[in-house]
T-cell receptor, first 112, second 116 residues
Framework: GNSVTQMEGPVTLSEEAFLTINCTYT??????LFWYVQYPGEGLQLLLK?????DKGSNKGFEATYRKETTSFHLEKGSVQVSDSAVYFC???????????FGTGTSLTVIP | NAGVTQTPKFQVLKTGQSMTLQCAQD?????MSWYRQDPGMGLRLIHY???????DQGEVPNGYNVSRSTTEDFPLRLLSAAPSQTSVYFC???????????????FGNGTRLTVT
């Protein structure tokens, strides 16, 4: 079946710390992989994506690499800011793109 | 450009009542979908539509109906609300399928529903 597993939160970091949020997936074929971010009181927004093995998605200092051999798509940022505080969701789309599967979300709080 | 608009933002229902959650997008997106967000469960797909007149079931469709009479609107109907349907509901749309980077899912701000 299709599923996404991401690390449990909440995660609390000091400003300028290094961030890693782990994500692994189960899917048929070779899905596209995504990270979405949800700020308080808002809907989800696309943060970055990758469409094939070894692709690296990047945006706003965040990066994630599509690792087919480990079925993973871990999110990283070298130096987090208070404004990065949000809930982060890992997701994949089926080959047809009709259905997206989301992880449970990881809440990140960055303290000054 | 309003994007994806969901109404209402909050709703309280009694068990057995019916209601419709509204979703409208002004981006001429073909693909529209409904998700529910529950603690520890992430987002789960309820129903989706790939164009006007076409709908299909997602992961958790039971207790919900949808229709797509126009490209812009994709209402979600609860015919007989149950406490298990207490959740935050998100509508999302995209221009095309496949989650292309140029056509990501655009989400509304959600409807928080409580069923007592």
């Amino acid at each position: 079946g299709n599923s996404v597993t991401q690390m449990e939160g909440p995660v609390t970091l000091s400003e300028e710390a290094f961030l890693t949020i782990n994500c692994t997936y189960t899917a048929t074929g070779y899905p596209s992989l995504f990270w979405y971010v949800q700020y308080p009181g808002e809907g989800l927004q696309l943060l970055l994506k990758a469409t094939k093995a070894d692709d690296k998605g990047s945006n706003k200092g965040f990066e994630a690499t599509y690792r087919k051999e480990t079925t993973s798509f871990h999110l990283e940022k070298g130096s987090v800011q208070v404004s990065d505080s949000a809930v982060y969701f890992c997701a994949h789309a089926t080959n047809t793109g009709n259905q997206f599967y989301f992880g449970t979300g990881t809440s990140l709080t960055v303290i000054p | 450009n309003a994007g994806v608009t969901q109404t209402p933002k909050f709703q309280v229902l009694k068990t057995g009542q019916s209601m419709t959650l509204q979703c409208a997008q002004d981006m001429n997106h073909e693909y529209m979908s409904w998700y529910r967000q529950d603690p520890g469960m992430g987002l789960r797909l309820i129903h989706y539509s790939v164009g006007a007149g076409i709908t299909d079931q997602g992961e958790v469709p039971n207790g919900y109906n949808v229709s797509r009479s126009t490209t812009e609107d994709f209402p979600l109907r609860l015919l007989s609300a149950a406490p298990s349907q207490t959740s935050v509901y998100f509508c999302a749309s995209s221009y095309s399928l496949g989650g292309d980077v140029n056509s990501p899912l655009h989400f509304g701000n959600g409807t928080r529903l409580t069923v007592t």
